[in-house]
């Protein structure tokens, strides 16, 4: 089930984006920031940011490109899309 699942949301164009998120914080002067990784559970592959700003910057892109994309694709019904 999970396997077809899977199938599915990899074909759908940027659509559907899933990610494991990792927040630490590192001591860096008399202070702490953060650092976070994201993984993608259906490639495994994996960002590092040295900052939240970046990762929300990575993340505004991706939602940007997103829907750039969609804006060229032909549409499918959203009620069908998984079926």
């Known amino acids: 089930m999970k ?3 899977d199938k ?3 074909s759908l164009p940027r659509r559907y984006q ?3 998120l990792r ?3 590192v001591q860096q002067g ?3 920031v953060w650092r976070v990784s994201l993984e993608s559970p259906h490639t495994g592959e994996r960002q590092s940011f040295v900052s939240l700003d970046a990762l929300f910057a ?6 940007e490109s997103a829907e ?3 804006a060229t ?3 499918n019904d959203d009620a069908t899309a998984l079926t």
């Open 73 to 75: 694709a032909p549409r």
């Open 8 to 10: 599915d949301v990899g």
């Open 3 to 5: 396997e077809d699942i």
């Open 58 to 63: 990575f993340l505004r892109e991706k939602a």
């Open 30 to 32: 008399p202070g702490f």
């Open 18 to 20: 899933a990610y494991l």
């Open 23 to 25: 927040l630490w914080r």
């Open 68 to 70: 750039r994309d969609s």
